[in-house]
């Protein structure tokens, strides 16, 4: 499984887990198709989100410009709480890789003005969090 399936399945995940608190391990076996082992990257996503969902949300908040987050779509605040987690705590993926892949996932399961959106976000993020996380 390759990241971009990986986030794909966080995603779907985690969308699960948020509206229908579902646990964890049965939200990843009803999105898992292949029946094919968990890549570690997806439970690591999952559990750092979740374990950091209120500074993520913060940091998200923060950022959204004539908005609160309750007013967010809520696979739109999914795609960003994904994507901040990975800014914050996967040191080894280039923030751009991080943003650019959270456009893919917005082209999936949302439309332009989301694209727009979750791109604005995660840019003003990216300067405050700085060059010494951006593109290492």
Known sequence: ???????????????????SATEKETALAAVNESGRPIDPFVSQLLDYTIENEAEIDRLISKHLKNWSL?????IDKTILRLAVCEILYFHDIPTTVT?????ELCKIYSDEQTRKFVNGVLA????????????K
């Open 99 to 103: 943003v650019n892949e959270a456009v």
């Open 124 to 135: 003003g993020i990216s300067k405050e969090i700085g060059p010494e996380k951006t593109d």
């Open 70 to 74: 309750e007013r967010v779509g809520n």
């Open 1 to 19: 499984m390759n990241r971009r399936e990986a986030r794909k399945m966080a995603l779907q995940a985690l969308f699960q887990m948020t509206l």
